[in-house]
């Protein structure tokens, strides 16, 4: 399994140089600190999705930019065996564990607004997540295993087969269900 975190911290780094903002401009823009921001872009770790969402529309680029976009026309496919590349993803703090692996369906496709996942959830024995919220819309299928959905002041569980559709403007957190490992097809749709 390659990490692909450098690709992302390198890629943010390089737009906010060539756009003459400062770290600090950044950590203002997205309500991120300047030490999250640094810890980014020197690949220490890769936030969840709401972080590099602020972070895109600060620099002006869509997710995708960041996510190893070009510029190929038509439609992209993804082969089983493609999915092999990955990101790791952990919570909103800079020193918490990974507990997602995502494996992008369509980083290949240029101008997207909508970003397919199949995403490895790590068991995890954490009870307080940090909620997050973004602009969009979240639709997300278990595969494999019992996930749950904190949204809002409600949590919702789901098991294989389960799926949900949200308004991703409301704080959420996705992870297994206590201790459990779990596997999901998750689109996730970003206006831009």
């Known amino acids: 399994m390659t990490d ?15 756009k003459n903002i400062s770290i600090e401009e950044m950590a203002s823009r997205t309500g991120l600190s ?3 921001i ?3 872009e020197n690949d220490q770790f890769l936030p969840s999705l709401g972080p590099l969402i602020k972070i895109a529309r600060a620099l002006g680029v869509r997710l995708g930019t960041f996510l190893d976009d ?4 038509g439609p ?3 082969r089983a065996e ?3 590349n990955s990101l790791s993803f952990s919570n909103d703090t800079a020193d918490a564990r990974k507990h997602m692996v995502y494996h992008p369906l369509a980083k290949r496709k240029t101008g997207r607004q909508m970003e397919p996942f199949i995403i490895d959830i790590q068991p995890n024995e954490e009870k307080n997540f940090k909620l997050s919220a973004h602009e969009g819309e979240e639709f997300i299928y278990v595969m494999d295993g019992e996930v749950e959905i904190a949204y809002g002041k409600e949590t919702y569980t789901l ?3 389960d799926s949900i559709f949200y308004d991703s403007i409301v704080e959420h957190h996705v992870h297994g269900a206590t201790g459990q490992a779990a596997q999901i097809l998750a689109v996730v749709y970003i206006p831009f």
């Open 4 to 18: 692909n975190s450098s690709i992302v911290g390198a890629k943010i780094k390089g737009i906010r140089e060539t």
């Open 34 to 36: 300047t030490e999250q």
């Open 38 to 40: 640094t810890s980014i």
């Open 70 to 73: 070009n510029d190929e026309l």
């Open 76 to 78: 992209v496919v993804c």
């Open 82 to 84: 493609e999915r092999s």
């Open 159 to 161: 098991h294989k087969g």
